[in-house]
């Protein structure tokens, strides 16, 4: 084994914010699945969109048993410069000490992390998909074998933990998902699925996705700052973190369509947000060439339809045609508006019901796109 590889992984963004922005005493645990094994590994934490200091009193890794439970027999204790706990500063990111730990091909671990003091939850990603579950218990559980029942609740959000980097073979790699909500659901794990089904599987499928993200814009009021940073403060971040990455998916745009209605309708969301084609080409090319910079191939996704979704024009529904016939000029195109598409609209089965995100199936059917547009040697 000689090289690290990261082999899960999802964006730092900004969690909504609430007057209960505090948590005390309590234990995230996360279960991961990994697409291959190692036998080292080390966290990646990430306070990026905190504004103020936070600490991990206690980080364990432990085999997973189920989504609950761990093998605490086999547990060991995160540490970060030799202290089992760690402080973050607001904007930082740290990588704990690699430590010692057998990771089994497609094997499960679970992440504990207990928070002892008064911490603000911002820092935070909101993801779902098959191979996605989360937790958080009352007290600390770092080293409990099985959260309780009764003092533990499921979450989706995903707090200060961004990447798991293993120690492995030199033929693994990491492909990224860079996007917005559409990325942020299932389709990043299901491309996942599809990959861990190859008995020769090399790759790991990291996502880097936060709902209502743009490429060219950002929120600063407090109604709508969970939509997260724009690409200039996100992309290079977020990609030059993964570990043993050779190729990136960029499938986002949609929000810069489809967000601005207007002051007269919503004061945060003037018309002058909207960009036109050459704007959104520019923002691609700058993703283009920042990852050409890190020696990440490209792959770009076509925008999906918004036929039927609430602000739906046929001015969006143009530059929505425009950007996508640019993409398709591309090399390296994966051209998901035409698999699960059907004129305008989503094609039957292939809308979640909101006309703007797909369902499940078309995830499927887009992870099967990825799997193969992305496949080494084909």
């Not at 960029?250 to 929000?255: L, S, T």
């Not at 143009?318 to 090399?331: I, K, T, V």
């Not at 193969?372 to 040697?377: C, I, N």
Request: contains cysteine.
């Amino acid at each position: 084994m000689s090289k690290w590889v990261t082999v899960w992984g999802n964006a730092t963004s900004v969690a909504e914010r609430r007057p209960e922005n505090y948590a005390k005493d309590i234990t995230l645990r996360y279960p991961i699945k990994c697409a291959f094994g190692g036998n080292a590994l080390r966290l990646h934490f990430s306070n990026f969109c905190g504004t103020e200091p936070v600490t991990l009193t206690r980080v364990s890794v432990a085999p997973a048993v189920s989504d609950r439970e761990i093998n605490l027999k086999d547990a060991a204790v995160v540490t970060f410069g030799g202290s089992e706990s760690v402080t973050i500063g607001a904007g930082e990111e740290v990588f704990s000490d690699e430590i010692p730990f057998r990771v089994k091909p497609l094997g499960s671990i679970s992440v504990s992390v207990y928070l002892k003091d008064f911490t603000l939850m911002r820092s935070a990603v909101v993801i779902k998909g098959p191979l996605t579950r989360g937790f958080f218990s009352l007290g600390d559980q770092s080293l409990s074998s099985v959260l309780p029942l009764e003092r533990t609740r499921s979450t989706d959000t995903f707090y200060f933990l961004t990447g798991v980097d293993l120690w492995t073979d030199d033929d693994k790699r990491a492909v990224i998902c860079y996007g917005d909500s559409i990325t942020a659901q299932s389709w990043a794990d299901y491309f996942a699925i599809e990959c861990m089904r190859d008995p020769y599987n090399t790759t790991a499928v990291i996502r880097r996705a936060a709902s209502g993200t743009r490429i060219l814009r950002e929120y600063t009021c407090i109604t709508y700052e969970s939509y997260g940073l724009c690409g200039k403060r996100r992309f290079e971040r977020e990609i030059s973190t993964v570990s043993g990455a050779d190729a990136v998916i960029i499938q986002q745009g949609i929000n810069d369509i489809i967000h601005p209605v207007g002051t007269e309708i919503n004061p945060f969301r003037p018309m002058s947000d909207l960009p036109d084609l050459k704007q959104l080409k520019e923002g691609y090319k700058y993703y283009m060439d920042v990852a050409e910079k890190y020696g990440l191939e490209v792959f770009t996704g076509t925008l999906l339809p918004i036929y039927g979704w609430r602000t739906y024009a046929p001015f969006r529904e143009e530059l929505r045609g425009g950007f996508n016939e640019w993409l398709r000029s591309l090399s390296n195109c994966i051209d998901f508006d035409k698999e699960v598409c059907d004129g305008l609209a989503f094609a039957a089965g292939m809308d979640s019901g909101d006309h703007l995100h797909p369902s499940e199936k078309a995830y499927e059917l887009m992870a099967k796109l990825a799997f193969k547009a992305t496949k080494k040697g084909d």
